[in-house]
């Protein structure tokens, strides 16, 4: 009798934890940001898109931007992953693929701008 309790026991634990498994999958789908499916089969962004993508200022982008291009000019190097730009005649393009790379090091390095 002993030996059935613990097999019903451990069925019940092993059911709860899965369950449980399902539950954290499905809340953190919920919480992950519904802009990157708006720019994920965009290769480029402009800055007003960059802005709206970031949840931040098109000037805030600029600055950035002129920050990072100051840093490199001045020090002559710059390490890690500048902010992923491309000038197409007057226009100034982000790099969507690279741009998430951008964030992730700038999160892990704490950057102020």
Not at 6 to 12: D, E, G, L, Q
Not at 41 to 46: A, D
Not at 53 to 77: C, F, H
Not at 86 to 91: M, T
């Given at each position: ?5 613990n ?44 802005a ?17 291009e ?15 730009i491309i ?8 790099s ?14 704490r950057?102020?701008?």
């Amino acid at each position: 009798m002993k030996n059935l309790s613990n097999v019903i026991s451990s069925i019940i634990l092993g059911i709860a934890i899965i369950t449980g498994c399902f539950i954290i999958k499905g809340s953190q789908s919920s919480i992950s940001p519904t802009i990157n499916n708006e720019y994920s089969n965009k290769p480029l962004m402009t800055l007003k898109e960059t802005a709206k993508y970031l949840n931040i200022t098109e000037s805030q982008v600029r600055k950035i931007i002129t920050t990072e291009e100051t840093m490199l000019k001045t020090q002559g190097a710059y390490t890690g992953v500048l902010f992923p730009i491309i000038k197409i005649g007057d226009e100034i393009f982000v790099s969507t693929s690279v741009l998430n790379d951008w964030i992730k090091e700038s999160i892990q390095q704490r950057k102020e701008f």
